[in-house]
């Protein structure tokens, strides 16, 4: 038996595998992760390094490979874990060990170091007035001064001394050189947080909450380690109950992550954190420097932090005694990877935790449907906060047919109800939030009269539409020609949704002049802190009206704000992809949840082409577990997730005839490798057919058990490994994918 072995942890240097022979003593020992000492380089010099896989062959001279001497000693290194949790998502989601690594080991990359230097006094105190005098005798007035300061403070910073002391560095060395003080630095981890002296209140829980709380503190005393999911309705205090979770966790000496879909949520979910477990907490996000990232995975290794706070990438943190991970609004499209591998953060993190003894808490207002039919098949265990934590009512929801707005003469975005209202607030000085609905938008075709909208008659999706005056199915391929008259009414008002954030500003800046309005978007938050400086803006009621795309309806909690209108509320409901109507519930309910969290109660006005479609009408209702049992019915009916697993192959090629040559020979061998009865579509063309001169096609897979396709992705991936056609075709795996290609 062979193990390969990395010696080096770092970005630059993972590509550098060695092949080591395992001494038959070690055989049962040995898996991805184990630490273990090896005879390195010429002078065979003992080094350690970590097992990332095992084999039966050598890729080498086997009378050249050296053998594994030994387990590394005492070995709890926190890279091993790692190391045999990056071997799991490669087997779980595709790609090569390299890509695993790469992303779940953090950066030694050390970029723009920040290091703070100190002069310490070398003399004791009799020493130091001889040595002094001797300076004032010779008339040396900036060593004098230097000596006089360190005589009373026995370190100063270097900075002080050169800045306020006005003692050049010369004169610095000068004392060094008669060992009279010494020059030390240490490196500084930059800390993202910016101190605020905020003063954290003490809690009075509900009920529910303090069930939650007691139910998790109960089993981890007791040694149980589990995944919970908290359904909790918008408003109902999740984060207080998760900050209490995590003190019980603290308590035990151990530490938490905890998971948030957007760098919006960082600012107001920091504060709260902050405010309770201060200094002993940092952040990651995309938007900080490699330094700085790096800085805060090293304070984490070396116990300087409690709590890391971040989006999905923040799941490595590489905290040596890892307690608990937190999923805030676990039901998040985010939380999936789109780079190889395409892992989900929510199956990485119950596979982290079970590497190291940890927890799990899943939290949401609307649970994705994997979670929710864990939870009802017993895999999880439900914590309900059914309740909002300060009884405030949920707030009142219209329902306005857009239909029944053009019939009567209103070709405007805003309708009557929602222009009455916003004038009503705006006199009470009251804060509203427009959101419209664009995500997952991807060109499908309505009709404004009836609302009828062009789906797939095989796939149950929606066309796309496509330059060349084409509708397609990104599922199956299928085709027909673009329309334009309503096959159902008749109407030529039959098209796509073309308004944006920007033309809804204009329009409201027109109709209320007098209003002070924001707008949220990836156009207003490029900068560096952009999310930041809109939403404390906003808190602070600088402004009136805030429009946004779904970044402003995600766990904010602005107490002024009483009224919430969704303006095209359809946009996501028809988007090619089978979780278009979860999707389109989530964002409803959570849009819905921002209205009335303070004394006032709060409206809601859903704008819509479709009002008697389920997923709006639960979300009007703010029933998550009615829209559950219509959901999953179609899922069970359709095969989709998660009653049935689903795996996207995406091939890449520059050279169109090679990639279709590469897919039917792919296609082709999975069909006689196909043991297990998995259902093969396509290829069919994704929604983008080629980008940047490469073309796209994608295979879909189904079947009921996720071994199965795993067994399947193995076989594919060993065929293209030894096949030399596909050295010019790029083959991705995404299991049960997020979005469609």
């Known amino acids: 038996m062979y193990a390969k072995v990395i010696v080096d942890i770092t970005h630059e240097k993972l590509d550098k595998i060695f092949e080591y022979r395992i001494p038959a003593e070690l055989e049962e020992r040995l898996h991805a992760g184990v630490e273990v000492v090896v005879p390195f380089g010429k002078g065979n010099r003992e080094i350690k390094g970590y097992v990332i896989g095992l084999s039966e062959y050598c890729e080498y001279d086997p009378n050249k490979v050296k053998s594994i001497l030994s387990l590394a000693e005492k070995s709890v290194a926190i890279e091993g874990r790692l190391v045999a949790l990056a071997a799991w998502m490669k087997e779980y989601y595709g790609g090569t060990m390299i890509q695993s690594l790469k992303t779940v080991l953090p950066i030694k990359r050390e970029e723009n170091k920040k290091i703070r230097r100190y002069v310490r006094l070398l003399l004791d105190e009799e020493e130091g007035k001889t040595k002094l005098e001797e300076y004032l005798k010779k008339n040396q007035k900036a060593r004098a001064r230097l000596l006089a300061a360190l005589l009373d403070e026995e370190i100063l910073e270097y900075e002080l001394i050169t800045k306020k002391l006005n003692v050049t560095r010369t004169v610095i060395r000068a004392l060094e050189e008669q060992n009279v003080a010494r020059i030390e630095s240490e490196q500084v981890w930059r800390n993202p947080i910016k101190n605020r002296k905020k003063e954290w209140k003490e809690v009075v829980y509900t009920e529910e909450q303090q069930h939650a709380i007691d139910t998790f503190r109960e089993d981890y005393l007791k040694g149980i380690r589990k995944t919970y999911l908290i359904y909790g309705v918008t408003g109902s205090g999740k984060t207080e109950v998760y900050m209490e979770m995590i003190a019980s966790v603290i308590k035990e000496g151990k530490q938490a992550i905890v998971l948030i879909p957007e760098i919006a949520l960082t600012y107001q979910t920091v504060m709260r954190f902050y405010k309770r477990f201060g200094e002993r907490i940092s952040i990651m996000n995309s938007k900080m420097s490699s330094g700085e990232r790096y800085d805060q995975m090293m304070r984490a290794k070396e116990g300087a932090i409690d709590v890391m706070i971040g989006p999905r990438s923040a799941l490595f943190t590489p905290f040596a005694n890892l307690g608990l991970i937190v999923i805030d609004e676990e039901h998040e499209s985010t939380y999936k990877s789109e780079q190889i591998p395409r892992y989900h953060a929510r199956e990485t993190a119950v596979e982290r935790a079970h590497l190291e003894g940890a927890s799990v808490v899943l939290g949401s207002a609307t649970p994705s449907l994997e979670a929710f039919y864990r939870a009802q098949k017993g895999e999880y265990e439900l914590l309900r906060l059914q309740n909002r934590a300060k009884m405030q009512e949920m707030p009142t929801v219209y329902t306005i047919d857009l239909r029944e707005e053009l019939k009567s003469g209103n070709r405007s975005i805003i309708s009557g109800k929602l222009y009455e209202l916003m004038a009503d607030r705006l006199r009470k000085r009251q804060q509203i939030m427009l959101f419209i609905n664009r995500r997952g938008f991807a060109g499908f075709i309505s009709c404004r009269s009836c609302g009828y909208v062009v789906k797939c008659p095989h796939c149950d999706v929606s066309l796309a539409s496509h330059r060349g005056g084409k509708l397609v199915c990104h599922y199956c ?265």
């Open 477 to 741: 391929g299928y085709e027909e020609p673009m329309i334009s008259v309503c096959p159902s009414c008749g109407s030529k008002h039959i098209g796509g949704f073309r308004a944006g954030t920007q033309q809804i500003e204009e329009l409201v800046k027109k109709e209320f002049p007098d209003a002070r309005v924001l707008r949220m978007d990836m156009d207003t938050t490029k900068e560096k802190d952009g999310h930041e400086k809109i939403l404390e803006a906003f808190v602070n009621e600088e402004a009136d009206i805030l429009i946004g795309t779904q970044m402003i309806v995600k766990g904010h909690d602005f107490p002024n704000v009483t009224l919430v209108g969704v303006l095209a509320a359809d946009l996501s409901l028809y988007a090619d992809d089978y979780r278009a109507g979860e999707r389109t519930f989530q964002l409803l309910t959570q849009a819905a949840g921002r209205a009335g969290r303070g004394s006032e109660k709060g409206e809601v006005v859903i704008q819509t082409y479709s009002p008697e479609h389920y997923s709006i009408e639960t979300a009007a209702k703010q029933d998550y577990e009615a829209f559950y049992q219509e959901e999953l019915a179609y899922r069970t009916m359709m095969g989709y997730p998660p009653v049935e697993q689903l795996a996207a192959i995406l091939v890449t090629s520059e050279d169109e005839s090679l990639l279709e040559t590469a897919c039917s020979y792919m296609k082709s061998y999975a069909e006689r490798m196909n043991r297990n009865q998995v259902r093969i579509i396509g290829p069919a063309s994704p929604y983008v057919g080629k980008v940047n001169d490469v073309y796209r096609r994608v295979i879909y897979l189904k079947h009921a058990r996720y071994e199965a396709m795993i067994d399947l992705k193995n076989k594919l991936e060993q065929y293209i490994e030894i096949n030399s056609g596909f050295r010019k075709v790029r083959v991705q795996f995404d299991f049960n994918p997020m979005n469609v290609f």
